[in-house]
């Protein structure tokens, strides 16, 4: 059981290229909500939303909208930089079929939320404690999943018909794969590679990088 749960941790991707369009068993996809609602939050504030978007209008708006993001974005690079970037898939917004889109209502528990007096951003991090129990729960289910960040918060707000002060956190791409890549895209592409453990861990206080 240990075992499997890091390997669920290790086989977890940032989804784009897989995706085969079928569509998601509705269990399945109760078990990965409920999983992300499980997750921990501060002052139990749960302060979370999601909104699942099949509409392929709706997919296709946010597809065309994450598309100028993207040559906003390839604008500001060059050389080697930008021939590496135009190789990176950066969505799967309609492949995928489905989109999860994750709010966040800092209204969510109250005007006193418990644990949150000190650090306002504690709700915004339960958000994101719940992003990752549904990515680990798609992945222990065989789904793929993609955290799509090539957009403008107002537009998707107004997409998805947010209120203030509700905020977008994710759209987050989920639906059947072919396969997950042993290798995540952007290492295999070149674009990052991941750092060594030992450079991120410090023992009693933060030290400098040699």
């Known amino acids: 059981m240990v075992r499997d749960l890091y390997d669920v941790i290790n086989r977890r991707r940032d989804t784009r290229r897989e995706f085969t369009g079928e569509p998601v068993d509705p269990e399945a996809l ?15 504030s749960q302060p979370w939303d999601f909104v699942l978007v099949r509409s392929r209008r709706t997919l296709e708006t946010f597809r065309d909208h994450v598309a100028q993001e993207r040559e906003v974005f390839a604008g500001s690079l ?16 309609v492949e995928s079929g489905l989109g999860v889109v994750v709010g966040y209502d800092p209204d969510r528990g109250g005007s006193h939320v418990l644990g949150r007096h000190a650090i306002a ?19 222990a289910e065989g789904l793929g999943v993609g955290w799509v960040s090539f957009y403008r918060e107002e537009f998707l707000a107004d997409l998805v018909g947010f209120p203030a002060p509700v905020r977008p956190v994710a759209w987050l791409c989920v639906g059947a794969v072919d396969d997950l890549p042993d290798v995540p895209d952007l290492e295999r592409f ?12 410090h023992e009693e206080t933060y030290r400098l990088r040699a």
């Open 30 to 44: 109760h078990r990965v909500l409920a999983a992300a609602h499980c997750a921990p939050s501060v002052g139990m």
């Open 78 to 93: 060059d050389g080697e930089r930008a021939e590496t970037f135009a190789r990176i898939k950066i969505d799967g917004i």
């Open 121 to 139: 951003d504690a709700g915004l991090y339960s958000v994101v404690c719940a992003i990752e129990n549904l990515w680990l729960a798609a992945t």
């Open 190 to 201: 070149g674009w990052r590679h991941r750092s060594p453990l030992e450079e991120v861990v």
